[in-house]
T-cell receptor
Framework: DQQVKQNSPSLSVQEGRISILNCDYT??????FLWYKKYPAEGPTFLIS?????DKNEDGRFTVFLNKSAKHLSLHIVPSQPGDSAVYFC??????????????FGAGTQVVVTP | NAGVTQTPKFQVLKTGQSMTLQCAQD?????MYWYRQDPGMGLRLIYY???????DKGEVPNGYNVSRLNKREFSLRLESAAPSQTSVYFC????????????FGPGTRLLVL
């Protein structure tokens, strides 16, 4: 039973435009959320995170929005660049000492940025 | 700093064979993890080691064993490989704390025939 869902397996966006990636979760105990980026033949790399006490976190071109009541988060990439073409994973966990490290991942969204 | 390294990069096994996947980190992290990635499933936690000397089951531990050899190294063993264990395996490490970020190795692609 997947507790973190990324319902769009792929997304194509033009260079310079905004990419919006969506993620839904079912476990109301989750209170820390992360996005990872993965290139082919490499391991995932951390991109950005957000705690449930916030509804927005921004880091350069990347912004994550959290809607706790809807159990939904989104990642905005503005502007999109060709190097952003990768698979993006949403992940979540409970921020308690017995749950640190126990990430639940979504299935990923393949982003392709076209010239 | 090499970060997290994994060996081998690719392996083909026959059903019933055994093998050990190796992982090492040089970031002085206390926690280490093993995940598998399957199409349409994301990454799923197999086993983790919160600190040297401890290991615990994750979401999908059946068919696997682990050893936390020392603070740097965490190995994953398949005693009798099955085709269902065909997957890409990732090792990760972190400082186990609030707001932790896990750092991943490049992965081992395993094919079980």
């Amino acid at each position: 039973d997947q507790q973190v869902k990324q319902n769009s397996p792929s997304l194509s966006v033009q260079e310079g435009r905004i990419s919006i990636l969506n993620c839904d979760y079912t476990n109301s105990m989750f209170d820390y959320f992360l996005w990872y980026k993965k290139y082919p033949a490499e391991g995932p790399t951390f991109l950005i995170s957000i705690s449930s006490i916030k509804d927005k976190n921004e880091d350069g071109r990347f912004t994550v929005f959290l809607n706790k009541s809807a159990k939904h988060l989104s990642l905005h990439i503005v502007p999109s660049q060709p190097g952003d073409s990768a698979v993006y994973f949403c992940a979540a966990r409970k921020e308690s000492s017995d749950s640190w490290g126990k990430l639940q991942f979504g299935a990923g969204t393949q982003v392709v940025v076209t010239p | 700093n090499a970060g997290v390294t994994q060996t081998p990069k690719f392996q083909v096994l026959k059903t019933g064979q055994s093998m050990t996947l190796q992982c090492a980190q040089d970031m002085n992290h206390n926690s280490m993890y093993w995940y598998r990635q399957d199409p349409g499933m994301g990454l799923r936690l197999i086993y983790y080691s919160a600190s040297e000397g401890t290991t615990d089951k994750g979401e999908v531990p059946n068919g696997y064993n682990v050893s936390r050899l020392n603070k740097r190294e965490f190995s994953l063993r398949l005693e009798s490989a099955a085709p269902s264990q065909t997957s890409v395996y990732f090792c990760a490490s972190s400082f186990r704390q609030r707001g932790e970020t896990q750092y991943f190795g490049p992965g081992t692609r395993l094919l079980v025939l």
